[in-house]
């Protein structure tokens, strides 16, 4: 299109700076369509698109969903399916979307400024002006297949989500809350039977009243060049006027000029049975209507009072359900924002028998708590908190802007005054001013007095049986009814239709976008420093380090620091379980659980855990502690703390008193026992998650802390603790003294700071206060971070013998397995750029595998894990009708590639060599990050400072043969028998062919009960208690070590 040397029409609303953060926030709207644009202006290497819809459906038929979808099957413009996610690819970009009950909103996610200007305006073309065409429907929303069955993408997507029990619940009570002809009654997912009969007019018809300008904000948060931008939509905006209604076209703004819900006039208790083989634990949610998301300071009192109420354990609910009378395993709190909110409490992990009494002590408790006076230094506490953590959110998080410009979009003032609401915080000081009285007149309006609508949540196996006849009788019906004839006509058309969307898309036309230069990508750079032990790896020439080098020293404690222009501190502590005996392992998740929930010694006196609590919330921002996974070390503890500069000192007294003066009380580890069972049902029934457990079983040795911390360990282990506990408390607490002295030793810390250094007052010498604890050692030398490779198992070093084993599970509806083989063990390994191009290759949106596989059907989504030094390799298959049938179309489409016979496609290769520059900007994406990432760089994997743009250029350089090379020699025998082993955990129904399936692929097969891979880790019942199902065996045990999902596509609500 020729540029248009004319002004844009836009007009600026309003412009302003923010009071606690270096952000901007503007807004525009167009003059000749009413279109939004609202952009946070903020540093960093990425720009985050929002481009947010109203959407308003009285239906079920799913409607918004599967517009969604089909948005990325092609536009006016560009009727190509896949075209633009393979621009978006090479522009260092990603696309996704998601429908919500209120609203339809697709992300664009780019690093650099220029990347982003060049997919926006195609990106808007699809989702305003998209084709739309039948045969897209037919692929992407459901089809019947040649064998009768319903298949589709959003289809299947929905199958795996319409009978879980948060999806049936939600659904009740929405249905319960809402009377027909409000929005947000409905599921705008689709519910099966809707999207069955679902028509592509239907579809088109939603969009054209729905997908207006006048109904589109474009949000973006990040460093946006504004001139660049109106000029970019002007020109959008030119290019659509005859596709678009006018301004002037009659709109009505959904929700908002809608029928209003009326408020509740009884309580509602209802008992929803979903499909579950272990009946022993259900949930509860209870949900109230709550106060406009516009009005500030009444929306800003919610969040307060939900957390004075069950913020934390030390906070009523929690405290008493969980932490006294062990009613849950936690109560939850949301709120959904819209003009008429809705407050959510969700107990979880409850007793099936009790289900109806907690509900009844939920509420009573609530009425109790609002007739007494309340505890108002701990209200001002969660106020002043809430108030720090949203500072902290603001600095480090997009989504603090993109959350906040979306709801304002859907329900705020047009004129720009309700957004401008969060240009301060002036919302805490008047609530900071509310009496005792005042809170509790509005915690009796809101929810203690008011109607409500309660859901029992129960789990059923007969609901399990009859739901799997229902739907057998439905398909066999079908089946009989459309004959031989009828199916092959299905077959047919569904074969037009994928080859109709499949259209090849001309080098040429993806020609005409060149891959975006490099420079608009602006990283965040953090410099380090290194004191005590760390200066073993190299003394950095900075000015951090001057510092440093400079400030009063002390013991020589592993220290590395990270200097960025924080207004906080960021502590993480790596801690090592090498040292922990096997034994005790399991144990780990208890002990992380109960680490900042523990009375302490406070000089000499005994201070409970309430007390630590509260004065932890006091002094902090945030606290926890996680699997050092996420710092690529799966098999340490990391201690991570949030502070304001000024508690610096503060948390290293806390580290202290924590490790060294922490006190174990029986009833802690019961309580924390106690939630740790009552979560294992709902564990055992996450079919990704259990093939996960099962492969980790097979492939990792016993001792790692990866392997002892699953759910299937727990599930025996807790079980026969908690006995252990009532009969012998004195042996259970010397193991956890025991646990204590392995793992809080000098040479077992790493220490990472990340701040404003200069700020530090006393950097390094306070680390003294920690370093000189009793006990530790400061001449020892470090132990040695565990190599991921080093807990591979016989069958992990060379997989293959094991074979393929089922596990048919009641909860499924679908089926996941996990394939791994030998994969790289080191990040010298030479083939390593080549891996991680072939790689993202392989699995681009669009890409050959989603063609071959989710294009087909086959399966929601397909993946592999992404270890670089691990030594073995996973190919994920995510929620599919038949997994078997998957892995088959991933190996033939990687064989066809691997072996030459289908050629490369250089657009799909510069795509994934971009994709690792966005990986990159990804994981530098805050000054947090970028920290993080220096600390896993040269401390964790122990590389060169500047090993990630050193790959970047790497990459750049790999060759076709170089591609093919490394999916025949690592990629491929993923896929084979007898160099790779297969776990597939599915619904019941499945089991027979699935045994088939593998068995022709030439695996070795065996079906097992999910309990066959229980392990206890030497922990045995006491005698004469025969526990149920558990069958011991002596298999390996082991976990996948990341926490990550990046395999396979994992969120819900996510796709694109
Ligand atoms: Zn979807």
């Given at each position: 299109m020729p540029s248009q040397v004319k002004t844009p029409r836009f007009r600026k609303i309003q412009s302003f700076q923010l009071d606690y953060a270096p952000t901007t926030i503007t807004q525009y709207e167009s003059e000749r369509t009413g279109m939004r644009v609202i952009v946070a202006d903020r540093e960093g290497p990425k720009i985050n698109g929002y481009f947010a819809l109203p959407t308003e459906i009285l239906d079920d038929s799913g409607a918004p969903h599967t517009l969604e979808h089909l948005i990325f099957m092609g536009s006016k413009s560009y009727q190509y399916k896949g075209l633009l996610d393979k621009l978006a690819g090479r522009a260092y970009s990603g696309t996704n979307a998601w429908t919500a009950v209120d609203h339809t909103a697709y992300t664009l996610e780019t690093a650099g400024w220029d990347g982003f200007a060049q997919i926006l305006p195609v990106y808007l073309e699809h989702v305003m002006v998209p084709t739309l065409t039948d045969d897209a429907c037919i692929t992407e929303v459901h089809h019947i297949d040649g064998e009768g069955n319903d298949a589709g993408v959003v289809y299947s997507e929905m199958q795996g989500i319409q009978y879980g029990s948060s999806e049936l619940m939600d659904l009740r009570a929405r249905r319960l809350l809402y009377p027909e002809g409000v929005g947000f009654r409905y599921e705008t997912g689709g519910m099966l039977e809707s999207l069955r009969v679902l028509t592509n007019e239907r579809i088109r018809e939603f969009h054209k009243a729905m997908y207006r300008p006048q109904n589109l904000a474009v949000i973006i948060v990040g460093d946006a060049d504004h001139d660049d931008l109106l000029r970019i939509l002007d020109e959008f905006e030119e290019s659509i006027k005859d596709d678009v209604p006018g301004l002037d076209a009659k709109f009505k703004r959904p929700f908002i000029e809608s029928t209003q819900p009326p408020a509740l006039k009884q309580t509602y208790l209802e008992t929803v049975e979903f499909p579950e083989e272990d009946e022993s634990t259900g949930e509860i949610l209870v949900a109230f209507f709550g106060p406009s998301c516009v009005d500030n300071v009444q929306a800003t009192a919610i969040s307060i009072i939900m957390t004075y109420l069950c913020g934390s354990s030390v906070s009523v609910i929690e405290n008493v359900m969980v932490e006294k009378e062990e009613l849950a395993s936690s109560v939850s709190w949301w709120w959904d924002s819209r003009p008429n909110s809705v407050i959510w409490f969700q107990p979880t992990g409850v007793a099936t028998e009790k289900l109806a009494f907690v509900e009844q002590r939920l509420i009573s408790l609530l009425k109790e708590v609002a007739s007494k006076p309340l505890d108002m230094s701990y209200m001002k506490e969660c106020i002043q908190r809430e108030r720090r953590q949203n500072k902290f959110y603001a600095e480090g998080n997009e989504q603090y802007y993109s959350q906040n410009m979306i709801t304002d979009y859907l329900f705020g003032n047009r004129n720009g005054s309700t957004l401008q609401?969060?240009?301060?915080?002036s919302e805490y000081d008047i609530l900071d001013g509310w009496t005792d009285e005042n809170w509790r007149g509005f915690l009796r309006k809101w929810i203690s007095d008011a109607h409500h609508v309660s859901i029992l949540g129960k789990p059923s196996q007969s609901a399990a049986a009859k739901l799997k006849e229902t739907e057998e009788t439905r398909l066999a019906k079908r089946k009989e009814e459309l004959g031989k004839e009828g199916l092959a006509k299905l077959a047919e058309r569904l074969e037009t239709a994928k080859k109709n969307n499949e259209k090849p898309i001309p080098p040429e036309v993806l020609d005409q976008w060149p891959v975006p230069k490099t420079d608009s990508i602006h990283f965040i750079e953090s410099s380090t420093a290194r004191s005590g032990k760390a200066r073993s790896l190299g003394i950095p020439n900075t000015s951090a380090q001057k510092t440093i080098d400079a400030a009063p020293q002390g013991l020589p404690l592993f220290i590395q620091y990270e200097d960025v222009p924080t207004n906080f501190v960021h502590l993480t502590i790596l801690a090592g379980t090498k040292e922990v005996p096997t034994k005790l392992k399991p144990l780990l998740p208890l002990f992380a659980e109960n680490f900042f929930n523990s009375p302490v010694l406070h000089n000499g006196t005994r201070v409970e855990f309430e007390d630590v609590v509260k004065q932890l919330e006091k002094d902090t921002i945030s606290y926890g502690i996680v699997n050092g996974g996420r710092l690529g070390d799966g098999e340490s503890l990391a201690i991570q703390f949030q502070v304001e500069k000024e508690k610096y000192e503060t948390m290293i007294d806390w580290l202290r008193t924590l490790m060294f003066d922490l006190i174990f009380d029986p009833v802690r580890i019961k309580a924390a026992v106690t939630k740790a069972l009552a979560d294992i049902p709902e564990a055992k029934r996450d079919g990704r998650d259990m093939a996960l457990e099962v492969d980790t079983a097979i492939h990792f040795v016993p001792e790692a802390y990866s392997v002892a911390r699953r759910t299937l360990v727990k599930a025996v282990y807790f079980k026969r603790l908690k006995t252990l506990l009532e009969s012998d408390p004195d042996t259970v607490l010397s193991w956890f003294q025991d646990l204590a002295r392995n793992i809080f030793t000098f040479q077992n810390f790493r220490v990472l700071v990340t701040a404003d250094v200069e700020k530090l007052s006393n950097p390094v010498a306070a680390w003294d206060r920690l370093?000189?604890?009793?006990?530790?050692?400061?001449?020892k030398d470090l132990l040695p971070i565990t190599k991921p490779?080093?807990?591979?198992?016989a069958e992990g070093r060379a997989p293959g013998s094991f074979g393929s084993v089922i596990i048919p599970m009641a909860t499924l509806e679908s089926s996941f397995s996990v394939s791994t083989a030998t994969g790289l063990s080191s990040y010298a390994d030479p083939r390593l750029p080549a891996y991680l191009v072939a790689l993202g290759y392989l699995e681009a949106v669009e890409g050959p595998l989603w063609t071959a596989v989710r294009g087909n059907g086959l399966a929601y989504g397909v993946g592999f894990s992404r270890?670089?030094?691990?030594?073995a390799f996973q190919f994920r298959v995510f929620r599919s009708p038949d997994a078997s049938k998957a892995i088959e179309a991933a190996r033939a489409k990687v064989a066809r590639i691997a072996s030459g016979e289908e050629p490369l496609d250089r657009h799909l290769v510069e795509g994934a060599m971009s994709g690792i520059v966005l990986g990159v900007a990804d994981d530098q994406a805050t000054m947090a990050a970028a920290a993080q990432q220096n600390f896993i760089t040269g401390v964790v994997r122990g590389l060169e400072p500047d090993w990630n743009r050193q790959l970047i250029t790497r990459v750049r350089n790999v060759t076709g043969d170089e591609i093919r090379k490394v999916m025949t020699e690592v990629i491929l025998p993923v896929f084979e028998a007898g160099k790779s082993n297969v776990v597939v955990t599915c619904a019941p129904i499945m089991e027979e062919g699935m045994v088939k399936a593998l068995s022709a692929m030439g695996y070795k097969t065996q079906v097992q009960p999910l309990s066959h891979f229980h392990e206890d880790y030497g922990l045995k019942g006491p005698e004469g208690e025969e526990e149920e199902e558990e069958e011991e065996d002596e298999g390996d045990y082991s976990d996948e070590g990341s926490e990550g999902s990046e395999g396979s596509s994992s969120d819900e609500s996510m796709d694109g």
């Open positions: 609401d969060i240009q301060s915080m370093a000189s604890a009793h006990g530790l050692d400061p001449t490779s080093a807990i591979l198992s270890e670089v030094n691990g030594g």
